[in-house]
């Protein structure tokens, strides 16, 4: 008797567990079927299909996963394309992350765009599976990890952005001293720490910048920790910071919280975050944004298919190839605008050249 | 209890034998505590050891901690593992989020408690109906709950406006208070920098201003729970269920109806953690809670099974985390400070005859100081790293005294006690 219920429960938890694993993993296959039949003047190739993995966060993310998203938004309206996305979770194994790329690979999807940098190995390893299909993984380029015949590697020049945006930092300081947040301590994080700390030093020389990263990889949960993100602009407030650069995904909701209780400035990363409608209660406090237009590379690459015209290995998206812009929503930087933008022509002409790493 | 989190490490350290410790012997054991972090903050110049800013910054990361801790006190004390703990925080997290957007806070932190019941009740029939294996409910839950929140926060979330996929629109804060006019004079006086006054200050400045609401309540419901499984009827039956349920059983006592009341309450307080951590971070998001319910069930060890204790093991784990995001200096003044709390362990190990661990003590409380003279910061890999090195260290070489509810975690069935 206690056998068999026993029993009828263990099977109950399993049935539960597939539901669990099915949460985490639905898919949302976009329509493309509002444009894509009729309107293509008769065309009789069949629709691209693309297949897109997020990273954690996905879309709605409001910010780097939502720029993806948008530029896949626009291909489904302009190319008509056929689109399948999928989503990863919060300290998911390298394992689930290539089962996400092989599902999308299996599925008949191509191209299939990776977003994030923790895709780097999976990316690699499908990809020679999958000969014949292309692959694009956003902000990673690591020889003998995820280069191949098959692979675009579509990066930003991050540490360029995050130079104007110090520039600005460094105008608006009344202190002299600058915060930078960073969520995870990788190398792509500390490219955007580099460049903010030599915009700031290169506009004033006598400026600190404090630096703080949440988390320590492997444990990547400092991308979605508002309350830790609180804590850290806190205590670089209390110390005299005024403006803090928040590289920190969804945690740079608490930086920006923070900021306003204390009536100090935050600068947003991504996305226009002045513009983001879960953040309109904070906005008043966001100085600028570093842009990244992720959805930019996206149409970029999935035109370049659609033409046959793919090309493999590093496309870095620059100022100067319009990937990376800085924001001037909220209008609280029109007066320094000049010298921001003067930097902005310099860094494209060459004559400033921002360092990528310390 | 929750004056900087080391200084009540050492509270553990001269356990009671048997006897109670009179209220004054802990208000000496803090106030040597702020002492000891007053010397420290001198000596390293690290201002904020004892700051009104790191004292908040604890507060606001014990809180959840604790709740968490309190929800596995109750569920061990009647004898049932819980370690789906954090699975019901995520409930409790999501159910903030949902009404927390539409309704305000408190709405946030009801709907989160019930989540949280919700997930108190399945382990309860897995677990005391079903006789299934306590740590097997508890892992199930804690791969059902993020599923479950996050295919919630899909069909609820998307469409609302500035939500997402995996996160709420923002919930208002909960109302704080501040006690006026003795908040200045204190920021005056930890201003002046004095020995031991100013840190005092700094502390109390901390524990009287910009008081979220929902720190209070948690003060009242450890205080409560204390109070209602030691000091009443019902909470000796509930331990007793805990301790021997056999003989409980023989007394009259229903020990099914007990664990079932035990694990709504525990369901109900993890909940409540979720939601004090959504509500006060501003909104749902998926992997919110990032292992605070396993933490928070270290805190309760770490408490001996005791609320006071959670809120102290609660207090260290915040006090050390708020360190290591604070600042670095901060962090490394922290080694100094490990370091005389361990040469103190010492001399209590040795007093109390146990010569090995003084002895451990001792070398490693060496090791650590000469660890902060020989070097001026500490490398950021290991700042993360605190919080747990801490919490190891004063778990392993001061607490041997530690001693779970005897039946904790074994299957029940009626009619059939050994």
């Known amino acids: 008797m206690r056998g068999k219920t026993t029993g009828l429960v263990a099977s109950l938890l399993a049935a539960g567990l597939v539901l669990a694993a099915c949460g985490s993993d639905t898919a949302t296959t976009g329509s493309g079927g509002t444009s894509s039949p009729g309107s293509t003047g008769g065309s009789t190739s069949p629709a691209i299909k693309v297949g897109l993995a997020y990273d954690i966060g996905g879309r709605g993310d409001q910010s780097f996963n939502d720029s993806a998203a948008r530029g896949l938004d626009k291909l489904k309206a302009d190319l008509g394309v056929e689109a399948k996305e999928l989503e990863a979770a919060a300290g998911e194994t390298e394992a689930q992350k290539e089962d996400r790329l092989r599902q999308l690979a299996e599925g008949g999807y191509n191209p299939i765009i990776a977003v994030g940098f923790s895709y780097a190995e999976s990316v690699g390893k499908v990809a020679k599976d999958f000969s014949d299909v292309k692959f694009a993984i956003v902000d990673d380029f690591t020889e003998g990890t995820d280069t191949g015949a098959n692979i675009a590697n579509l990066t930003f020049a991050e540490n360029e952005g995050s130079y104007l945006v110090g520039v600005a930092a460094a105008l608006k300081s009344q202190t002299g001293k600058i915060g930078f947040v960073g969520g995870v301590n990788t190398p792509l994080i500390q490219k955007f720490e580099v460049g903010f700390t030599a915009g700031v030093k290169a506009t004033k020389a006598e400026a600190t910048v404090d630096v703080k990263y949440l988390t320590q990889p492997p444990d990547f949960t400092g991308f979605n920790d508002p309350a830790k993100g609180e804590t850290a602009a806190n205590g670089m407030f209390d110390a005299g910071v005024d403006v803090v650069y928040a590289a920190a995904g969804g945690s740079g909701n608490g930086v920006f919280k923070a900021a306003k209780a204390k009536g100090k400035l935050g600068i947003g990363v991504d996305s226009d975050q002045y513009t983001l409608p879960s953040l309109t209660d904070v906005k008043d406090v966001i100085l600028t944004s570093m842009i990244k237009q992720v959805d930019v590379a996206v149409v970029d690459f999935v035109t370049s298919i659609k033409d046959n015209k793919f090309v493999a290995g590093q496309k870095v998206y620059d100022l100067k190839a319009g990937g990376i812009d800085y924001a001037t929503s909220g209008g609280k930087i029109d007066d320094i605008k000049a010298k921001v933008d003067e930097a902005k022509t310099k860094i494209v002409s060459g004559e400033i050249k921002v360092p990528e790493k310390k | ?418």
């Open chain 2, 1 to 418: 209890m929750s004056v900087g989190g080391l200084a009540v490490g050492l509270e553990v350290a001269p356990a009671d034998r048997g006897k109670r410790l009179s209220p004054w012997v802990y208000a000496l054991v803090a106030v040597a505590a702020l002492v000891v972090l007053s010397v420290v903050r001198l000596l390293s110049g690290a201002t904020d050891l004892t700051s009104a800013g790191t004292v908040q910054a604890a507060l606001t990361a014990a809180v959840p901690l604790a709740m968490a801790g309190l929800a596995g006190l109750w569920a061990e004390r009647a004898g049932v593992v819980n370690i789906g703990l954090e699975g019901m925080m995520v409930l409790g997290t999501f159910g903030a989020g949902y009404a927390g957007y539409q309704w305000g806070p408190w709405a946030g932190v009801v709907f989160g408690l019930l989540l949280g019941v919700v997930g108190g009740l399945l382990h309860a029939v897995a677990t005391v109906t079903f006789g299934v294996d306590h740590i097997i409910s508890g892992v199930a839950i804690n791969l059902l709950a993020p599923g479950a929140a996050l295919f919630l926060s899909k069909l609820y979330f998307s469409d609302a406006p500035g939500g997402g996929q995996k996160q709420s629109p923002r919930i208002s804060d909960a109302p704080k208070v501040t006690i006026p006019g003795l908040s200045s004079l204190l920021a005056d006086i930890e201003a002046k920098r004095w020995f031991f006054v100013s840190d005092l200050a700094g502390v109390l400045r901390g524990l009287t201003t910009e008081v979220s609401l929902l720190t209070l309540l948690a003060v009242l419901v450890i205080v409560g729970t204390a109070w209602v499984l030691w000091r009443t009827p019902f909470g000796l039956r509930l331990r007793s269920c805990g301790e021997s349920p056999a003989a409980a059983e023989s007394l009259g006592v229903n020990v099914y109806k007990y664990k079932y009341l035990a694990l709504v309450a525990s369901g109900a307080f993890a909940g409540l953690g979720g939601a004090f951590l959504a509500v006060s971070s501003g909104q749902y998001r998926d992997g919110q809670t990032g292992g605070r319910g396993f933490i928070g069930l270290a805190a309760m060890i770490f408490g001996n099974w005791r609320p006071g204790g959670l809120a102290t093991g609660a207090g260290l784990f915040g006090y050390t985390d708020a360190m290591a995001l604070r600042g670095s200096s901060a962090v490394h003044a922290l080694l100094l400070l490990l370091g005389i709390a361990l040469v103190v362990v010492a001399v209590i190990q040795y007093r109390s005859g146990h010569q090995l661990l003084s002895g451990v003590a001792a070398a490693l409380g060496v090791l650590f100081g000469y660890w902060y003279f020989s070097t001026d910061e500490v490398p950021p890999e290991l700042v993360g790293a605190a919080p747990y090195v801490v919490t190891l260290l004063v778990l392993g070489l001061a607490a041997q005294r530690l001693r779970p509810p005897r039946h904790a975690g074994e299957p029940y069935r009626r009619g059939q006690g050994v």
